[in-house]
Each structure stands twice: as C-alpha cells, then as structure tokens.
C-alpha cells in the first residue's frame, strides 16, 4: 500500500524501468514531480527483485529493456502483483510489427519516445480513477 503522511493522502508508488540513463532520469523527475513516490530498476532483474519485495501502484516498463523482453516482464509482474495488469504501460523507442502486435494483444498502452510527459502522466493517473485504496 502507498505511504500516508500526516500532511496528506497516500502518495501512489510507481515502479519505472529503463535502462537508459537520460530516459531513466527524466521518468523519475517527471513523476516525482506528478506527486508518485518512484521506484526505478535499471534492469529487469532488478524489477523483479524490487516487485517480489515493495507493493507497487503502477508500472512504467521500458519494453526494450536489454535483459528480459518487456512483455516477459510484464508477465511476472503481473503473477506478482496482480493488480499491475490494468496499471502499467510502457515506453519504447521504436518497435517492431512483432512488438507492436505483442503490446496489442497485451492490451497495455505504449508511449513512444521522445516522451510526452503530460500524456504519460494522464495515462497513469487514468489507471487510479474511481479507485478506492
């Protein structure tokens, strides 16, 4: 469950991951700066030591990301967390027909870069409407 503070709601904790430096640093400003605590993995694996340990809101996933296929990260995301299948999205540099026919029948939005961060930011917050936690 997200942290409550005394001052406020609980904050929403999303998890990015991306391998790339610019690209992981600009999620995380984005989103700390949107009102998320930020979770970030580097690599897939440690995602999955992150999602086997912290509840997490929401995913961010680089579907690109160089040691396990986005769509296989999702998987185990989803088997650990199950409320992750209708709470994540990924970003991608460009994709394959292959990639794209994968995040299609996933049924996960995907957001391209370069990033538009007011439609990622829109895209995650539409995951937590009418939401009661």
């Known amino acids: 469950m997200a942290e409550r503070s005394e001052a406020g709601p609980a904050r929403r904790r999303v998890l990015i991951v991306d ?10 400003l984005l989103f700390e700066r949107g009102g998320y605590d930020v979770q970030l993995a580097r690599t897939a694996s440690a995602a999955k030591d992150i999602l086997a340990r912290d509840r ?13 296929r986005g769509d296989v990260l999702f998987a185990f995301a989803v088997a650990e967390q199950p409320h992750l299948a209708e709470r994540t999205v990924f970003v991608a ?6 990639a794209r026919s994968t995040i299609a029948e996933i049924g996960r939005p995907v957001v391209q870069t370069p990033l538009d961060g007011d439609s990622l930011l ?3 917050a539409g995951f937590f409407d009418g939401a009661a936690e």
């Open 19 to 28: 391998d790339d430096d610019a690209v992981a640093r600009a999620l995380t």
């Open 56 to 68: 997490v809101d929401c995913a961010v996933i680089d579907f690109q990301i160089p040691d396990l």
């Open 93 to 98: 540099t460009e994709l394959t027909e292959r």
């Open 122 to 124: 829109g895209t995650v």
